[in-house]
């Protein structure tokens, strides 16, 4: 399974930004997809989580009302929609896929994760 992000950026605060994450080597639609960033020195901090059947969404209480996910099973892929972002959500994002027994079970620990992307930088700044 591979994971590739992509859509990382820099924005003035108050911007927006989608991040893609493709899957290859699997099918999307057998996991739950999660996103998370990081910044150096901090701990990797869960943002947002979708199950795979798409009928729940997670997402953090730092980013909510701000972030959404989404996913494209037909595509491979999953998004993260960002908006009205703030100099704090600056970080390298990354895309996540885990596997879980339930259709409708997210993922919030890091650590439940088999597999994950590279990271994209999202950079936010006046």
């Known amino acids: 399974v591979q994971l590739q992000a992509s859509g990382g950026g820099s924005v003035h605060p108050g911007g927006s930004l989608r991040l893609s994450c493709a899957m290859s080597?699997?099918?999307?639609?057998?996991?739950?997809m999660g996103w998370f960033r990081q910044n150096p020195g901090k701990d990797r901090e869960f943002v947002a989580a979708?199950?795979?059947?798409?009928?729940?969404?997670h997402v953090a209480n730092s980013v909510r009302g701000r972030f959404a996910i989404s996913r494209d099973n037909a595509k491979n892929t999953v998004y993260l929609h960002m908006n009205s972002l703030h100099p704090e959500d600056t970080a390298v994002y990354y895309c996540?896929?885990?596997?879980?027994?339930?259709?409708?079970?997210?993922?919030?620990?890091?650590?439940?994760?088999?597999?994950w992307g590279r990271g994209t930088q999202v950079t936010v700044s006046s």
């Open positions: 996540a896929a885990g596997t879980t027994k339930g259709d409708d079970t997210f993922l919030d620990a890091p650590e439940a994760y088999g597999y």
């Open positions: 080597g699997s099918t999307l639609s057998a996991y739950c």
């Open positions: 979708i199950t795979r059947s798409s009928q729940s969404s």
